[in-house]
């Protein structure tokens, strides 16, 4: 299976520019998406096939690489994106997620 | 409005099966590949597999196919996950998801909870 490594965390004051990054284990060409999934909530898609952002989404929010690196940047950071944020590759079978960035606001 | 509501969770002894099911609304269901994606608490999400439109074609994480059977009914606009053989291992929420072009999951349910316990 192709695994998906991300840091376990980060902190970032409001205002400030952010980027999780998820990293695969043998290529995943531009297959992969990202998502947030709030305490208690499902997940929402963010970004899907590396950089394209998910309609209804904010643009604060982009996506980026190809191969094995893949970010996520989110520019400015508010409050409410305090969550937790999981990459997703759909290249290789099975599908599989990173284990998510935890996002906290300082 | 996209609309996905699984239903069938609850608690479940060692060693029994479950029968989940997905409701779908809002959109043409016979038009998508459908999947499922588990979480255990205090963990991340785990892709179980996914179905084609017409059932032709079903796939499994690798490790989790002896005990999962994703199935589909068109006319009725509803996804299942049996399970079977339930250890605690298998207590997580359960989410069904609609899977639009790339293999992204672009609608999520709001997730049934299935806990294995004596």
């Known amino acids: 299976d192709t695994v998906l490594t991300q840091s376990p965390a980060l902190a970032v004051s409001p205002g400030e520019r952010v980027t999780i990054s998820c990293r695969a284990s043998e290529s995943v060409s531009t297959l992969m998406h990202w998502y947030q999934q709030k305490p208690g909530q499902q997940p929402t898609l963010l970004i899907y096939l590396a950089s394209n952002l998910e309609s209804g989404v904010p643009a604060r929010f982009s996506g980026s690489g190809s191969g094995t690196d893949f970010t996520l940047t989110i520019d400015p950071v508010e409050a409410d994106d305090t969550a937790t944020y999981y990459c997703q590759q759909s290249w290789n079978d099975p599908n599989t997620f990173g284990a998510g960035t935890k996002l906290e606001l300082k | 409005e996209v609309k996905l509501v699984e239903s069938g969770g609850g608690l479940v002894q060692p060693g029994r099966s479950l029968k989940l099911s997905c409701a779908a609304s809002g959109f043409s269901f016979n038009d998508y590949w459908m999947g499922w994606v588990r979480q255990a608490p205090g963990k991340g999400l785990e892709w179980i597999g996914e179905?084609?439109?017409?059932?032709?074609?079903?796939n499994y994480t690798p490790s989790l196919k002896d005990k999962f059977t994703i199935s589909r009914d068109n006319a009725q606009n509803t996804l299942y996950l049996q399970m079977s053989k339930l250890g605690s291992e298998d207590t997580a929420i359960y989410y069904c998801?609609?899977?639009?072009?790339?293999?992204?999951?672009?609608?999520w349910g709001q997730g049934a909870s299935v806990t294995v316990s004596s």
């Open positions: 998801a609609r899977i639009n072009y790339g293999g992204r999951t672009d609608a």
């Open positions: 179905i084609n439109q017409d059932s032709s074609t079903i």
